[in-house]
């Protein structure tokens, strides 16, 4: 009933488990212009020699439990993407949903943004030949894991994390948060980042 909580979880299961291709991580809601909810996910099959796909599947009116059926987006086969794809986000602008995923080691400076649009919320999605479109840049090392926000002007900013060069992984790493103006039009997005100097702050 508040967002500083207490918060309980009354389930007896979870809301999305794919167990046989190597369980379901990554959860991102979206609201879709006619109010509907969706979930987005990935399987983790990287973790067993899978492959990993990003899902899309509608969410009851109360966003605790998903109805319908679960529709797979895009999978890994691009070269920069390894044997994993993840972390999806979902932005819709003048009529295109656009995709955006994260690829490749996470633990090191081979992760990346990509991103996917298409014109229907289920797709067919196609991936951008462009990608990956933010890289590891000076001692900005791996981005990924993006998050689309908007600030009080409308402008609209990619949240992501990255490590520091030369403090990559998790035994030795330094990652921090960083944010990015990013714009979307024509079917296209660009991300101004990353950005190695100040920049002006988003407006409240």
Known sequence: SSPTGPFRDTASRPLV?????GGSIDPSPFQDVDGQWYLLWKNDGNCCNQLTNIYLQPLGADGLKLTGQATPLIHNFELWEGNVIEAPTLYRSGGVYYLLYSGGPYDSDLYAVGYATSNRITGPYRKAPENPILVSKGAVAGPGHQAVVQDGVGKT?????????GRIGDAVGYRSLRLDPVTFAGGKVKVAGPTLTPQQAPTP
Do not use: G, I, P
């Open 157 to 165: 900013w990619l949240a992501y994390h990255a490590w520091t060069a």
């Open 17 to 21: 488990c794919q167990e046989a291709e």
